[in-house]
């Protein structure tokens, strides 16, 4: 499945490699270009230094051997075997070919071969271009909402997928096929929908209700802006994902 990926990248014009240390620079530099200071001290070279050595990270080079995008993970020896991404990252030059998702999926199969049972990372409620690949073309499932993650006022919402090759190639939410759903089930009772932006109403579901949020819904007709949809954690099987509220 691997080489499937590796085959389709280089069909577009990049090619997929380890990173080394010596990229760490190259990396940097993106973030820089693509990122606000704060994310940018954030994303320091130890913490690459560490992914490249005990995790994985891989770069996507382009057609000028440049660095077009990165994706970097932390493997930790933790009860559940969590695979942690500390970033993902594309070029502006080279979005819209959802390289992010395919790295991501790329990094999934290598944390199963090594034994991990769980992706996990964390994402701001704003980054929508981030959660939607990973809500609806990963298949993550938002685990946690917290108001204050590193510091107060940090607001971040922690994600989670269970390691399986089933979850990590066929996870994609359909979203025609969720609308169908909304038509055949009740809101309150079967699921919850939440402005994308109301994070008073996300801080309650994830204090108040059992639901966990699993995609995003496109605007349409009725409603003029995307939505999370939020199912109750019974229905996703979730006994098994660690509670990582606080
Ligand atoms: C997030 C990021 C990695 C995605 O890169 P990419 O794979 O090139 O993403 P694409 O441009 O192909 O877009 C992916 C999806 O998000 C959607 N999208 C992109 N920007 C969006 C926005 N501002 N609002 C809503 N949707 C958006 C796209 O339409 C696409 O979905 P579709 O294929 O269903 O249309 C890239 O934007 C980036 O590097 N951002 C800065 C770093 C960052 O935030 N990293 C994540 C840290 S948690």
Redesign the pocket.
């Known amino acids: 499945m691997k080489r499937d990926i590796e085959l389709q990248l280089i069909r577009i014009g990049y090619q997929l490699r380890t990173a080394e240390v010596h990229d760490i620079e190259a990396i940097q530099n993106l973030?820089a270009r693509?990122?606000n200071p704060f994310?940018v001290r954030q994303i320091s070279e130890s913490d690459l230094f560490r992914c490249i050595t005990f995790g994985f990270l891989f770069v996507l080079l382009d057609g000028n051997g440049e660095i077009a995008?990165f994706h970097a993970t932390h493997a930790f020896g933790d009860v559940e075997r969590s695979a942690v991404?500390l970033?993902?990252?594309?070029?502006?030059s080279?979005?819209?070919?959802?390289?992010?998702?395919?790295?991501g999926r790329y990094s999934s199969l290598t944390a199963l071969e090594r034994g991990m049972r769980i992706k996990r990372?964390?994402?701001?409620p704003a980054?929508?271009?981030?959660l939607?690949?990973h809500l609806?073309?990963e298949g993550y499932i938002c685990d946690g909402f917290h108001p204050s993650l590193f510091m107060k006022d940090q607001v971040r919402m922690t994600i989670s997928l269970l390691l399986t090759p089933a979850t990590i190639m066929n996870n994609r939410i359909d979203t025609q096929g969720a609308s169908h759903f909304l038509a055949s089930h009740s809101e309150g009772r079967h699921y919850l929908c939440i402005p994308t932006d109301d994070f008073a109403a996300l801080a309650d579901l994830y204090r108040h209700t059992s639901h966990k949020i699993v995609a995003i819904l496109?605007p349409n007709d009725l409603h003029g802006s995307?939505r999370y949809l939020a199912l109750p954690s019974e229905r996703l099987g979730m006994n098994s994902v660690r509670n990582t509220e606080r």
């Open positions: 973030v693509r990122c994310v995008a991404v970033f993902v990252c594309v070029d502006s080279h979005n819209g070919s959802n390289l992010a998702v395919t790295l990372t964390w994402v701001h980054n929508m271009a981030t939607i690949n609806n073309y496109p995307a």
